[in-house]
């Protein structure tokens, strides 16, 4: 009876965890329900880019405030395209993400953002760009650590030419 007890003990608390997860992202999507609609990613031939990790979005200076809505906080499998109307993000198992060229305002390397912290302070490139009156902070982890020093040029570069 009593490892039965344990087993039902152990399987309430596990239960209780999701169940408080499943709480707290409801409510955070709640929170940032305003939020108006990304911009709709443009039609391209080219579906590839550098391939890496589209890690979150979260809000600018705030590493661990991810953002719920519009699929922004999913972490997938991605390849970033670096084009002159701006960044695309082509994720595995989530919507596109789209930024406006004229909407970035800043591109760095980091060592973490919500939901991945590496262990080389410029592991990942996190983008800052502005939509509906806020500011955002995405995180994308090349999967060679050759592209990042590119990747960041490259955007640096796409940033310049709108200033």
């Known amino acids: 009876m009593r490892p039965v007890l344990a087993i039902l003990g152990t399987l309430a608390v596990i239960g209780g965890g999701w169940y408080g997860m499943y709480r707290g992202w409801r409510n955070r999507q709640a929170r940032q329900a305003d939020l108006a609609p990304l911009p709709p990613v443009p039609p391209t031939d080219k579906i590839t880019g550098v391939e890496g990790v589209y890690v979150a979005t979260t809000t600018s200076g705030d590493w661990m405030d ?5 699929e922004l906080g999913v972490r997938s499998n991605a390849d970033l ?3 002159p109307a701006g960044l695309i993000f082509h994720r595995q198992g989530a919507a596109d993400v789209f930024i406006p060229a004229d909407r970035l305002t800043g591109v760095r390397t980091d060592r973490g953002i919500a939901g991945k912290v590496t262990a080389e302070a410029s592991g990942l490139v ?3 760009w502005n ?3 806020h500011q955002f902070d995405t995180g994308f982890r090349p999967r060679r650590k050759a592209d990042t020093a590119s990747l960041t040029d490259s955007i640096s570069t796409l940033i310049g030419a709108e200033q």
């Open 126 to 128: 996190v983008v800052t």
């Open 81 to 83: 395209d670096v084009n």
């Open 66 to 70: 991810r953002i719920a809505v519009h």
């Open 131 to 133: 939509h509906d009156g």
